[in-house]
């Protein structure tokens, strides 16, 4: 038989290591898989949140009004949609159950001493009795730990005292315990004392009632005639006009008013209720609140719209669907078998959606009716009616585009969802929904909304740019005038004048013409030019006043230029900021004379201003190319406008050019620390025990979590040297720090230490890769060691460095616990560069796009609304270290182009 040869196909597999192979590159498969996978999320989350939705009206399960009796108040309706029953104080049933005939007025809950006087009804009942205290708490065998029955108690009176409250057992124990065992019979007081707070339960912890004639148990129902219901009765639902409608036969032969969800009966008049029957008969007198307005300005009931008059029988919903989820199963109606309901039982998909309604504020709507989640595409709607209906009062049964909605955004309380009806500028009626039509009151509303919001950007401007110039003006004098007095706190005399001289400004500036008072420019720019003239006075004042003090040659040089900072800083308070000022409140009047009124889908109305509309269209009219600019639109403010609302709406740009600017700043101070670290331990040190510390340390603090480097960076740089900054430079403004809080400038030096051992051990891999013959060589040619350093092996090597750079810049750029130790902040009204000297302002806190996203995503009042908003900014965030990755690898190849003889 021949040998069998060796498979040489496997062996060479083995010899190769194929299947690590495998195992390596199904891991980065996976690997690439799961970062696209993440990717592609934050793009769709963060793209779709822009797009602009259709305005839909939603009917919900909840009722408009509820049905009552007259006579009997609230009804409801069982399960099985067969009966009516109302609430019962004193209903009640036998243990058997059957029907109580007997006086309700004699029953009362039975206790231990209804038990010793009529044992044989309670044993003879065939249930399994309880026991619970004064204190409402069942009494409990310590060894077993089930229930104590009423048998045992007796016999055991004794020890069951522990169950009892603590005065109750002091008064016992003066008792002797024998006495409350055997044949010994207490005192009816006595008895009554130790048995009359134990009360008897049932085995489900029901209360029990007798008479000492027989067993009751109290029923919560009862029908319209008096019978109380079954004794194991589910909770039915409250009567409502949709009931009426469904099952009229439950409620022939009886009388019914309407009442609203508040429990007020609905009238036409005063003392005229309105019946079911009155409101089904005539739906034009009874229309739905909710509706749309046509061309021509009439209120459309959403019935009309939909086609069905039941739905006015409902609460309805008006807003845009912002998200959607899977519904949870166990929040389903039971199996008729009452099992749960198990997924593949279920015939569609339900989900939740997320409504954004809006309207808050202005007395229209709570901020709780902002966002809500509804329940949709259930397989039976009706078992949740019957079983549930507070969840059916949350489902929708309906829904519909409502056209000609509007959906306004504004600069504070979210957006408006509803109809433009009225544009009024200076008192005059421009445009009119009832008399011109809702293309022509739109077209009008856009109009003026558009020259509204230009004047607003340039008085947001004026107050952002220009003001906030002067008002750097005005503090660097104030600063100045506080260096003087600092540098000449020695002298008692200089002091005292320098707060006369302040004085006598604060007397000055108390004097300002208030721009309120005067209706013209002119009037205001004659009274503010004579109140500037003033300030020569006060300051003669002042010099007047200082001849009280021994001023020296040295004090006098000090005060003539204290006086004229104090009248430049005069100067430019009376002829730029009080200007400015006037002429920012000029604009303000305007704008406040230009307002528009707006209607709700409920008819609720409110007059709002025209310039405090960022955005308004009408989404169901629009097309795919009208969306697509709206969406443009949104995505250009997003990326170029301001933060408002407290981050939840607005732009980012203040956060993009923080995050922009701190990352550089870390660049600019990691690579030069680290290169020089690198070039010194692998070309100048000698190489030995400690310099293998040095580079086990440098490995080990890369792995130092990165909120260690934000409490190192607070205490060292923020502490320690912004407080020695503040003592040198600027002590005349402690306690307020310039440097001692945090900075830009911190925040960058911290995430340089946090990033420095990535660049030190990409550099020295770098520099290792050069080839020892190229430094002979140099050092051949009479080169000296740093010259050979510098012209030769750091430019070959500098691709490496730029690797490492490109590391430590994608690490830095996205870390969040660090900065918020040492300088990001929710929100900097100012950028840390400006066009105000110094233009960097390496002190000033920042915006982060990581805390940003922390932020928005975590501390935001309204998590529904700032969800989008997450992922917009992570992908922001991405698409930033991507394009500094993408430009420092465009300028690694090129310096490995250059350098093409190097390994590296």
Request: with cysteine; proline share 5%.
């Amino acid at each position: 038989m021949a040998k069998a040869q060796p498979n040489l196909r496997i062996g060479k597999r083995r010899v190769k290591g194929e299947p690590w192979v495998w195992l390596s590159g199904g891991a980065v498969a996976t690997g690439i898989v799961m970062i696209l996978g993440m990717l592609l999320l934050i793009l769709v989350e963060g793209m779709s949140s822009f797009w602009p939705h259709d305005i839909e009206a939603v009917v919900l399960g909840g009722p408009r009004y509820y049905v009552q009796s007259p006579e009997q108040g609230q009804v409801w309706v069982t399960r099985d949609d067969k009966s009516l029953v109302v609430q019962s104080e004193d209903a009640y049933r036998t243990l058997d159950g059957g029907e109580f005939r007997g006086d309700a007025a004699a029953l009362h809950e039975a206790t231990l001493l209804d038990y010793r006087a009529s044992r044989k009804l309670f044993d003879g009942s065939g249930e399994h009795w309880g026991l619970r205290d004064a204190a409402g708490n069942l009494v409990i065998a310590e060894a077993s730990g089930e229930n104590v029955g009423p048998a045992a108690y007796l016999d055991d009176t004794a020890h069951y005292l522990l169950q009892m409250t603590n005065d109750e057992r002091e008064h016992y124990y003066q008792l002797a315990i024998a006495n409350l065992t055997g044949d010994y019979e207490l005192p009816a007081e006595e008895q009554e004392k130790l048995f009359g707070k134990i009360k008897l339960t049932t085995h489900k912890g029901r209360s029990i009632f007798t008479d000492g004639k027989s067993l009751c148990l109290k029923v919560a129902y009862r029908y319209l005639d008096g019978r109380p219901v079954a004794l194991e009765f589910d909770v039915p639902r409250r009567a409502s006009i949709s009931d009426y409608r469904d099952f009229p036969e439950l409620f022939e032969g009886r009388s019914w008013v309407l009442v609203d969800p508040a429990d007020s009966i609905v009238e036409t008049e005063p003392g005229k209720p309105v019946t079911p029957r009155q409101y089904l008969d005539n739906p034009k007198d009874f229309p739905s609140p909710w509706g749309y307005l046509d061309e021509q300005g009439k209120r459309v009931p959403i019935e009309v719209l939909m086609g069905e008059d039941r739905w006015r029988d409902h609460l309805l919903l008006v807003g845009t669907v912002r998200g959607e989820r899977n519904m949870d199963v166990r929040e389903m109606p039971a199996n008729p078998d009452g099992t749960p309901v198990k997924p593949y039982q279920l015939t569609t998909n339900p989900t939740e959606l997320l409504i954004r309604q809006g309207n808050q504020g202005e007395d229209l709507y709570g901020r709780d009716a902002y966002f809500r989640w509804v329940r949709t595409n259930l397989p039976d709607v009706e078992a949740v009616r019957r079983q549930r209906e507070s969840a059916y009062n949350e489902t929708v049964l309906a829904r519909t585009p409502l056209p000609g909605a509007v959906l306004i955004e504004r600069l504070e309380k979210g957006i408006m969802t509803g109809f433009v009806i009225r544009v009024t500028v200076k008192g005059e009626v421009l445009a009119d929904i009832a008399k011109d039509g809702r293309e022509k009151t739109m077209e009008v509303f856009h109009a003026e909304q558009s020259r509204m919001q230009d004047e607003y950007r340039r008085r947001y401007a004026l107050e952002k740019d220009d003001l906030g110039d002067i008002n750097a003006q005005l503090k660097d004098r104030e600063d100045t005038l506080k260096r003087i007095r600092y540098e000449n706190r020695d002298s008692r005399a200089a002091v005292a004048a320098l707060e006369k001289q302040e004085e006598k400004f604060k007397e000055w500036a108390s004097q300002e013409p208030l721009d309120k008072d005067y209706d013209t420019t002119e009037k205001y720019d004659a009274a503010r030019e004579e109140w500037l003239s003033k300030f020569e006075g006060k300051m003669k004042e002042w010099r007047d006043s200082l001849g009280e003090l021994e001023l020296s040659e040295e004090d006098n040089r000090a005060l003539d230029r204290a006086e004229k900072v104090e009248t430049q800083r005069a100067t430019i308070q009376a002829e730029d900021f009080a200007r400015l000022r006037y002429e920012v409140a000029s604009m303000r009047k305007a704008e406040a004379e230009a307002t528009f009124t707006f209607e709700t889908p409920d008819g609720k109305t409110s007059e709002l201003v025209l310039a405090h509309v960022v955005r308004a269209f009408q989404p169901n009219e629009l097309g795919l190319f009208g969306k697509v600019g709206e969406y443009i639109s949104r995505v250009w403010e997003f990326l170029t406008d301001d933060p408002r609302e407290a981050n939840t709406e607005g732009g980012i740009w203040p956060v993009i050019v923080g995050t922009l600017i701190m990352t550089l700043l870390m660049c600019f101070a990691v690579v030069p620390f680290g290169v020089i670290a690198a070039l010194y331990l692998r070309e100048y040190a000698k190489q030995g025990p400690i310099v293998s510390a040095v580079r086990i340390a440098v490995n080990n603090l890369a792995g130092v979590p990165s909120i260690v480097f934000g409490i190192f960076g607070l205490g060292f740089f923020c502490v320690m040297m912004g407080g020695t900054i503040d003592d040198l430079f600027f002590p005349e403004l402690q306690p307020a720090p310039v440097f001692g809080g945090g900075g830009i400038m911190w925040a960058a030096l911290t995430l340089a230490l946090l990033t420095v051992p990535v660049v030190i051990v990409s550099t020295e891999e770098a520099l290792s890769a050069v080839p020892s013959s190229q430094r002979e060589a140099s050092l051949a040619c009479g080169a000296s060691k740093f010259q050979t350093v510098w012209k030769v092996v750091l430019p070959q090597a500098l691709p490496g460095v730029l690797t490492g750079t490109i590391l430590s810049m994608a690490r830095g750029a996205g870390e969040v616990a660090p900065l918020m130790l040492v300088g990001a902040v929710k929100y900097a009204p100012y950028l840390p560069v400006d066009g105000n000297s110094p233009f960097v302002h390496l002190e000033r806190k920042f915006m982060h796009l990581g805390f940003h996203i922390y932020d928005v995503g975590f501390q935001s009042p309204n998590v529904d609304n700032t969800k989008p908003l997450v992922f917009a900014t992570a992908l922001v965030l991405i698409i930033m270290v991507g394009a500094l990755n993408v430009f420092a690898i465009k300028l690694r190849n090129k310096l490995r182009k250059k350098f093409a003889t190097s390994h590296v």
